[in-house]
């Protein structure tokens, strides 16, 4: 069947459900279009035979009478989340090669759930980038203009679902690395509440913001993923201990009635007209629904950029520090003694922005600078998630625009880190508090820009993913954005 990219997951479940395709005629399909989409990048490694070994057992655990509705529907990973199956370099020279012992809890959740492992995709180096243009293997194109970045640094999982390479991808965010992908690449992208998806495994970049989430076409699509992804994991002692959820059961709900905050401070300088404009008129089809548009601020919020670039280097600069070449890991060939081994395998193997991180973090978690910055910062950080609170007393979710502009250039920002961060601006704040959020598409950009996407923020309170998925879903029963495909990549 040469439309199966096409097909929502739902769709895949029930024809895998009827007999209409096996696991492994699936998996192969799309194995197929990775294998003619080489050009993206979006893969650091595919295994044929190790897939189609998982979508074999997907079908004699069909045929031994198992039921469900991702039993043979495959899916990539970001390089992030280790695999025994195939490497789990984060996208770096420093783990060129490393074969894990062991799933991330992520990975095993889904394959319990009988989905079907088509690679590992990749990213910015340990996850630390807006443009994907940091990855040691080198950059991922964006499908629907390939002069343009895909977003970071889940940019290889954005970009293999705009491409309809794989109907789904894990991904993680940390300061917006699933959501502004998702925007530049016109997909949904979903960051659950953090904690609610497992970390163990995860290669750790910051761990009070790395979070777990999905790139998929939609968000009806993203419902039934989280559903099996996310639940407690004793390992992860930053695990929530809450009560599996079925996040597809308010999909069909009316929005009638639904009160959408509208931030003033996400609609200041500095924001795209041609961004501006497809938000606004992405609003307006809420209001269209039955949703009330409600004023809201958040007057801390142009903080998030300082206090993000404090806390997430120094939480990198610890994290990383394991990374030492005595281990495990790139170990440079010539050396002294042991604190030169360790200098030479580290400047070896890192590349330029996990050093940049580095070293910041080091300086502000140092003595003298630690209460100045670090103590500092997390009481910012502490006054930005009590005002989503306060903001959610006004309103049901929060909505505006993912990016300041649509996907710039390949090397536009690479020469000024500080323009590169302020791509985040509108997504760090709603990390830094930890509540879910999503990128859904609703728009493409003007003039020059009219191939390029634009996306839409929907932010909600804690635990709020059911409502968040259901505000999107609405949205997009009702648009066709999330359905459009790069012409290059439709057939």
């Not at 319990?112 to 807006?130: H, I, P, Q």
């Not at 880190?417 to 509108?426: E, G, H, I, N, R």
């Amino acid at each position: 069947m040469s439309e199966l990219h096409r097909l929502s997951i739902a769709q895949l479940g029930r024809l895998l459900e009827t007999g209409g395709v096996s696991a492994v005629e699936l998996a192969r399909a799309f194995l197929d279009r990775i294998a003619a989409a080489g050009r993206l990048n979006a893969f650091l490694e595919v295994r044929p035979e190790v897939t189609l070994a998982q979508a074999a057992d997907a079908d004699r655990r069909r045929a031994g009478g198992e039921r469900g509705p991702l039993l043979g529907v495959p899916i990539a990973h970001k390089d992030i989340f280790v695999t025994r199956d195939f490497a789990s370099t984060a996208a770096s020279r420093m783990l060129e090669g490393y074969m894990s012992p062991f799933d991330a809890t992520v990975v095993a959740r889904l394959a319990r759930a009988g989905m079907v492992t088509l690679g590992k995709l990749n990213c910015d180096e340990f996850a630390m980038g807006s443009s994907n243009e940091n990855s040691a293997y080198g950059p991922v194109l964006n499908p629907w203009d390939t002069a343009a970045v895909p977003g970071g640094s889940s940019g290889g999982s954005s970009a293999a679902v705009a491409a309809r390479l794989a109907p789904v991808a894990s991904a993680t965010d940390t300061g917006g690395s699933i959501r502004e992908p998702a925007a530049f690449c016109g997909i949904t992208g979903t960051k659950p509440t953090y904690g609610r998806p497992s970390r163990w495994g995860m290669i750790a970049f910051a761990s009070s913001l790395d979070t777990a989430g999905l790139m998929t076409a939609s968000a009806e699509d993203a419902a039934w993923v989280l559903s099996a992804m996310c639940g407690f994991d004793p390992q992860d002692s930053t695990s929530v201990e809450r009560a599996d959820e079925d996040y597809t059961r308010d999909l069909e709900r009316p929005l009638a009635g639904l009160r959408i905050g509208v931030p003033k401070e996400f609609f200041a300088a500095g924001l795209d007209g041609e961004v501006e404009r497809a938000v606004r008129a992405a609003l307006e089809v809420y209001r269209g629904l039955g949703a009330t548009l409600v004023d809201i601020s958040l007057p801390n919020a142009e903080l998030g950029i300082p206090v993000y670039y404090v806390v997430a280097p120094a939480e990198c600069s610890s994290n990383l520090s394991r990374f030492d070449g005595v281990r495990y890991g790139h170990r440079t060939r010539e050396h002294g003694d042991l604190a030169d081994m360790i200098k030479r395998s580290r400047a070896e193997g890192f590349g330029d922005e996990p050093k940049r991180r580095i070293l910041i973090g080091t300086y502000v978690l140092s003595h003298g600078y630690y209460d100045a910055y670090y103590i500092k910062a997390q009481q910012v950080r502490r006054l930005i998630a009590s005002e989503f609170q306060r903001a959610f007393a006004q309103c049901d979710v929060i909505a505006g625009p993912v990016t300041t502009s649509v996907a710039f250039g390949f090397g536009e920002k690479a020469a000024d880190p500080v323009s590169m961060y302020m791509s985040d601006l509108y997504t760090i704040p709603g990390s830094l508090a930890g509540v879910p959020s999503m990128s859904i598409p609703c728009g493409f950009g003007e003039g020059a820009h009219a191939s390029r996407p634009v996306g839409l923020q929907l932010i909600g309170n804690y635990f709020d993913e059911a409502r968040l998925l259901n505000v999107a879903h609405q949205y997009q029963l009702a648009t066709d954005w999330h359905t459009r495909v790069p012409a290059a990549f439709a057939g």
